[in-house]
């Protein structure tokens, strides 16, 4: 399956790649990118492996989510042949919000 990255999840991979990048270094935000990477790869093969999102349950669609560090995780939903990336989530952020931002 394809991965696509929609444009919230894209701003906000942006927005917290910068910020580690100026308070930790391009190394940190570097290590974040490799990790993001990486979980993609792995949904390509198994896009089923993350567990649906209990903050997004009462939506009509289906969105899953899996963690790609302590700190972040990937909001997404599967529609035919893709893996679409709806959010990247700082989980210290109030959940609620998360319901909202993908509305």
Known sequence: MRVVWMEQADEALSRIANFISNTFGKRASNKLMKEV??????LEDNPYMGAI??????LPKTYRSIVVNRL????????????EI???????REPQKLAKEIK
């Open 72 to 83: 972040n995780k990937i909001v997404y939903r599967i529609v035919e042949n893709q893996i």
């Open 53 to 58: 999102e209990p903050l997004l349950s009462d």
């Open 86 to 92: 709806a959010d990247f989530w700082d989980v210290r």
């Open 37 to 42: 990477y990486h979980v993609g790869c792995l």
